[in-house]
């Protein structure tokens, strides 16, 4: 069955140090995303991608790095973690502009940073 | 079972003429996100409502909790608007649970 796959599920994080937030997808499809959901603010685009090798910077991009080294992988990279940056992460695939149902999320990664 | 029921899935206006989409919630949703689809496949934001009513030119949302609904309302509608509206609803511990979809085609 066609997936999105986030790890790790949770995580603690020390101010300053790096995470790596991973994903992987089923779908074959071209585009990936990384959200944050902050109370108050919803879904918030961070950084996405059209295909392997491409990334593109979202609406709230500062602070994160994003890397796709395939098709089925996308990973959202804080080089200095931040305690600013605890919130929860979603991945998302899905492909343009087609159908309504060609967006599927995984099950989230909670970051804390302290 | 589904927790959103996006309503129509799929709409026709001419231009300048109005209409609104709806999302239907099966229990109490903590928030609720619109987003439209671009030509690319991303999703654009256009509302985050806790509660109350929100308006951004000729778009209008609309959430109600307790009723467990949320409605985006579109006025005067013109031929860029064309394209697919999501809702999105926050539930009581960080999921988030999508809509449909409303397929919306404005035409001359």
């Known amino acids: 069955e066609a997936a999105v796959t986030q790890s790790p599920r949770n995580k603690v994080a020390v101010t300053g140090g790096k995470v790596t937030l991973s994903c992987n997808q089923t779908?074959?499809?071209?585009?990936m995303y990384w959200y944050r959901q902050d109370t108050g603010h919803g879904l918030r685009l961070i950084h996405y991608?059209?295909?392997?090798?491409?990334?593109e910077k979202g609406d709230i991009p500062d602070g994160y790095k994003a890397s796709r080294p395939s098709q089925e992988n996308f990973s959202l990279i804080l080089e200095l973690a931040t305690p600013s940056q605890t919130s929860v992460y979603f991945c998302?695939?899905?492909?343009?502009?087609?159908?309504?149902?060609?967006?599927?999320f995984g099950s989230g990664t909670r970051l804390l940073v302290i | 079972g589904d927790q959103v029921e996006q309503s129509p899935s799929a709409l026709s206006l001419h231009e300048g003429t109005g209409s609104a989409l709806r999302c239907n919630f099966t229990?109490?949703?903590?928030?609720v996100q619109w987003f439209r689809k671009n030509s690319r496949g991303s999703l654009i934001n256009l509302f985050y409502?806790?509660?109350g009513t929100k308006e951004n030119g000729r778009l209008k949302s609309a959430f109600d909790s307790k009723e467990r609904y949320s409605t985006l309302h579109i006025r005067d509608a013109q031929l860029e608007d064309s394209g697919t509206y999501f809702c999105?609803?926050?539930?009581?511990?960080?999921?988030?649970?999508f809509g449909s979809g409303t397929r919306l085609l404005v035409s001359p």
């Open positions: 998302a695939s899905g492909d343009a502009p087609g159908d309504n149902s060609d967006y599927t």
């Open positions: 779908n074959n499809h071209n585009n």
């Open positions: 991608s059209y295909g392997a090798g491409s990334t």
């Open positions: 229990t109490t949703m903590r928030a």
């Open positions: 409502l806790a509660s």
């Open positions: 999105a609803a926050e539930t009581g511990g960080y999921k988030v649970v």
